[in-house]
């Protein structure tokens, strides 16, 4: 939910007019095991060469991770950590570690190299990178002009 309302509010990184920032995020307040890790934040930027995905899954592995694209031209994060095992006789006074699933869908752009993407995680942090196809510089021909 907290990354819907700064995409109404023209919070950090919202850009009302661009229809590329759409970002379809998951959530459902209902779903305990979605919910949980729903505030999970992922920051998308731009580079001449890529767009670049980055978000902090902390004690997270790899296994735990699936980066995907589906219908073509979005990008999908998703992941799940699971709860610690309880054991009979432990006793908590404390659990404030997010634990359950968590769904981020991003709708690429155009010149996105949906083809090429790849990703990588180190020190807690997923990296996904997307190329970009280069730019096509229009033609200019001149014409004659008689007369």
Do not use: C, Y
């Amino acid at each position: 939910m907290t990354s819907l309302i700064p995409r109404f509010f023209g919070g950090r990184g919202s850009n009302n007019s661009d229809p590329i920032a759409l970002s379809l995020d998951v959530w459902d307040p209902f779903d305990r095991e979605t919910s949980a890790m729903a505030n999970t934040r992922i920051d998308w930027k731009e580079t001449p060469e890529a767009h670049i995905f980055k978000g902090d899954l902390p004690g997270m592995k790899k296994e735990e991770v699936k980066v995907e694209v589906e219908e073509g031209r979005v990008l999908q994060i998703s992941g799940e950590r699971s709860k610690e095992k309880e054991e009979r006789n432990d006793k908590w006074h404390r659990v404030e570690r997010s634990s359950g699933k968590f769904v981020r869908r991003f709708r690429l752009p155009e010149n996105a190299k949906v083809e090429e993407v790849k990703a990588s995680i180190e020190n807690g942090v997923l990296t996904v990178t997307v190329p970009k196809t280069k730019e096509k510089k229009p033609e200019i021909r001149s014409i004659e002009i008689s007369g």
